[in-house]
Each structure stands twice: as C-alpha cells, then as structure tokens.
C-alpha cells in the first residue's frame, strides 16, 4: 500500500517551460489537493478535486491548472513556469474532508 | 490578516518536558481542527483531528479547541527526541472545502 505517490520528487526548470507533476493514490480516496509550502507562508491550496472529473479553484491557482481524469491520479500542469512558483508542493487526498488527509512526500520546485 | 496564525518558534525543550504548542484564528465559521507533524523534507502527517469546542486525548498527544478565544492547542506529554519535528494546525468551516493551515512550530527535543 504506497498511500500518495508524487512524481517528480525533484525539478529544475527554466522560466517559461511546462511540466506536469503527477499525483497517485491507491486508497480509493474521492478528494484530492495540491498544496505549495513556502517558508513563512505555510501550506495554501492551489487546485483540488471532489472526485473523478471534477475541479475547483483553491487559494492561489493562477498559473496552474490540473486534471482529474482517473480516481487515482490528480496532474498540476504549470503552463509557463515563473520564479516566483519556485517551491514544494505536496499532493494529498482523503476519504472524508473532516477526518485529515494523507500527503504525499513533496516534489521540490526550482524555476531559474 | 491571515486567517490562521501561529508562532513559528523555534521551540525547544528537554526530553520528558510537556509541549504546549498554540494557534489562533480570525475566521469563527471554523468548525473542524486539526494537527499535523511535519519531519524535514517529508510530507504532513495527521496527528489528530476535532470537531468544535472540547478536548480530545490520544496517548501522550491532547488537542484542545476554545472557539470563544479562536484558540487551539496541542499538548504533547513525556515529549521524546521523536517528537522533533515542525508542528502544523489546519482549520475548515463546515463545508471542509478547504482547509487553511499555519505556518508551523518548530520543535526541538533534547535528549
């Protein structure tokens, strides 16, 4: 049982380039979330996703956009990458909303 | 403002100590509470979770809730060189939408 697996765990980009970082669960969890972490920010929610096919804004989604395709796998697309989305971001889902989520391990950011 | 503040520390305390660490917020719509333990370079885990006002105890760990002072706070007993670690709060309204976090205490346990 991995629990949320992310891919990349590591990436350098170059301002104005595209990636895509993959999130998978194998708990059969209906919700899923991107957050980013930077220091003295904490945790604020990009994008998240209520089941197969949906998606909604979070706190700070400009810049990204995401993808709900399959129940296991949630995609944070970065069309054409900025300094200043130089962070960690942490992929998590949950079963129910209220009882905590299962984060995965992070994909450190760099955009130079 | 931010919705959710908490003192990032660095807190640091001798082994057998008791930890009190502490977050308030601005938003009374705040329903569901939680907190997180966050080791270097890994992702958040759950520690524990509450819903409104009260305490809920799980083995050396109380989370206690006063939604009159918008206050929360996670006492950690008998505190071990394993409890190191970046503590984090996240509070939701009812819908559980989204959760809003802190920006973490750092705690140091020394042997």
């Known amino acids: 049982n991995a629990g949320v697996t992310q891919t990349p765990k590591f990436r350098v980009l170059k301002t104005g380039q595209s990636m895509t970082l993959l999130c998978a669960q194998d708990m059969n969890h209906e919700y899923m979330y991107w957050y980013r972490q930077d220091p003295g920010m904490g945790l604020r929610l990009i994008h998240y996703?209520?089941?197969?096919?949906?998606?909604a804004k979070g706190e700070v989604p400009d810049g990204y956009n995401v993808s709900r395709l399959k129940k296991q796998n949630f995609l944070l697309g970065l069309e054409s990458a900025a300094p200043s989305q130089t962070s960690v971001y942490f992929c998590a889902s949950t079963k129910d909303r209220v009882y905590g989520y299962t984060f995965g391990s992070g994909t450190r950011l760099t955009v130079v | 403002q931010k919705e959710v503040e908490q003192d990032p520390g660095p807190l640091s305390v001798p082994e057998g100590a008791i930890v009190s660490l502490n977050c308030t917020y601005s938003?009374?719509?705040?329903?569901?509470f939680m907190w997180y333990r966050q080791y270097s370079r890994k992702g958040p885990e759950l520690l524990m979770y509450?819903?409104?006002?009260g305490n809920k105890e799980d083995g050396r760990f109380t989370a206690q809730v006063d939604k009159s002072s918008k206050y929360i706070s996670l006492f950690i007993r008998d505190s071990q060189p394993s409890d190191s670690a970046t503590y984090l709060c996240?509070?939701?309204?009812?819908?559980?939408?989204?959760?809003?976090f802190g920006t973490g205490t750092s705690l140091t346990v020394i042997p």
């Open positions: 996703s209520v089941g197969e096919g949906t998606t």
């Open positions: 509450t819903y409104s006002s």
């Open positions: 996240a509070m939701s309204d009812h819908t559980g939408n989204q959760f809003y």
């Open positions: 938003n009374s719509a705040f329903q569901y």
